[in-house]
């Protein structure tokens, strides 16, 4: 049986652990763990966010660059510049991802009547909607943190004000900036996540001949996370790239992208060529291992816990 078609296989002692437990006490348990992963996640990877959308935004050359600028200029608090945006919208948006991915795995399961769920394409497609249930507060949320780390000024921004700001020049659609461009991300960074992950740790239940992925250990967690974390940015960070100079760009006659993908993706090419495209993955890597690693070990470890 090739990888693209090899399936989940469990042992009647896991059956616990596949997504068909439909009860309200298992679905607030699956948007509980995923609200402590996601602030986990954010804790972690706060600093080095802010240097990814630097890079991604200005005329920057390296990571090392922006660091010694934001830490001569703003400070080393700057470092968490946008900080609660992100970890009160980070921690739904995980608890939305959590939630889509296991809720979608049910209803696949249900529909096809099949005990066993495919890796691929069913776990892709699962992690997808996760993505793409992740997207109405995904957007909003990181567009206020962009534009408070994009920022060069030494003062703290208030989120109220920047919120007041965006509605009174551009409305309610303002809001929502770069909803399409973060949506074809979510669709495909999830996909990917789930799938990576999930692939792992199954061949860490066959190769140690689990009968539960409860008992893979704390580092074995970390380490598939940390995988599926890179996995995820290395399959779309283009359209990353992109969303950041959206929902960075300037308001009203400020604007240089009025919100279009293509005219981002054009002025990105021109100024900064292919390579323009991959500005700012080295930090962004750096900070998926520990944020993907630890947001997927406290997933888990909350579900055990939970029960």
Not at 171 to 188: D, P
Not at 213 to 225: C, F, K, N, Q, V
Not at 266 to 274: S, V
């Amino acid at each position: 049986m090739s990888d693209a078609a090899e399936v989940y296989e469990y042992e009647e002692a896991d059956i616990k652990n596949l997504p068909i437990d439909n009860t309200l006490s298992r679905k607030i348990k699956d948007i509980v763990a995923g609200f402590i992963g996601g602030a986990v996640q954010v804790l972690i990877g706060q600093p080095a966010d802010l240097v990814k959308i630097r890079l991604q935004t200005t005329n920057a050359n390296s990571s090392i660059q922006v660091i010694k600028d934001v830490w001569q200029n703003e400070g080393i608090l700057a470092f968490y510049k946008g900080t609660l945006p992100p970890l009160i919208g980070v921690g739904v948006c995980v608890s939305l991802q959590f939630y889509g991915f296991h809720e979608t795995k049910r209803q696949i399961l249900q529909y096809t009547g099949q005990k066993q769920l495919n890796l691929w394409p069913q776990t892709y497609i699962a992690g997808a909607m996760a993505g793409v249930v992740n997207t109405p507060v995904a957007s909003p949320v990181e567009q206020l943190r962009i534009l408070s780390q994009s920022s060069k000024t030494g003062q703290s921004i208030s989120m109220l004000n920047t919120i007041k700001q965006i509605y009174n020049t551009q409305g309610f659609k303002g809001i929502y900036r770069g909803f399409n461009i973060t949506l074809l991300r979510e669709f495909q960074a999830y996909g990917v996540w789930f799938l990576i992950y999930e692939t792992i740790i199954q061949k860490l239940i066959k190769y140690h001949k689990f009968k539960s992925r409860d008992s893979i250990s704390t580092p074995e967690l970390l380490a598939s996370g940390a995988l599926a974390g890179n996995a995820l940015w290395l399959s779309s960070y283009p359209l990353d790239v992109i969303k950041s100079n959206i929902q960075s760009d300037g308001f009203g006659a400020n604007s240089k992208f009025k919100g279009s993908i293509a005219k981002a993706a054009r002025y990105i090419y021109q100024n900064h060529g292919y390579m323009g495209f991959w500005r700012g993955l080295t930090p962004c890597l750096l900070r998926a291992v520990p944020c993907s690693a630890g947001t997927f070990a406290s997933v888990e470890l909350a579900l055990r816990v939970m029960g």
